[in-house]
């Protein structure tokens, strides 16, 4: 799979839906390890935040971020691994990661400098404006 998700030549066709969800639930987990600290709580919150996402149950989710962080460590950088997700992912979904990377960096209930600057450097690397991800960021804010 990870040569399905990191090949050098762009395949314009959609990310398979299991890709797409593995793709995404990498990025969470980049930004839940941002500041080397990955506590139990931002992977019950990632698995949660995946299981709302995608309707998984929740043994499923966790299946699916035990393999995005396997993809996680291998992947080459932040930058090639979100060109990929900005060609093949809607705008509207990109708003939507951005807030699930929010939510996940928030679990712990601590805002650390590394992980705001990995979610900022994903949001513009998505092509999602620093507007959108504060109003993402506030959103999960107020619902908590």
């Known amino acids: 799979m990870l040569n399905r998700l990191f090949t050098e030549d762009i395949d314009p066709r959609p990310l398979a839906a299991d890709d797409a969800e593995i793709a995404v639930a990498a990025l969470l987990v980049r930004v839940a390890r941002a500041d080397d600290h990955y506590h139990a709580t ?53 708003v939507a990661i951005i807030g699930a990377m929010w939510d996940v960096s928030l679990a712990d209930n601590h805002r650390t400098p590394h992980e705001e600057t990995a979610i900022r450097l994903v949001a513009s690397l998505l092509g999602v404006t620093d507007r959108e991800s504060a109003m993402q960021r506030q959103r999960v804010v107020g619902g908590r």
């Open 42 to 94: 931002e992977r019950k919150r990632i698995d949660q935040v995946l299981a709302q996402l995608h309707g998984l149950g929740p043994s499923e989710a966790a299946e699916r971020r035990a393999a995005a962080e396997m993809i996680e460590a291998e992947a080459p950088d932040t930058v090639r691994f979100t060109r990929l997700i900005k060609d093949r992912v809607p705008l509207e979904d990109r």
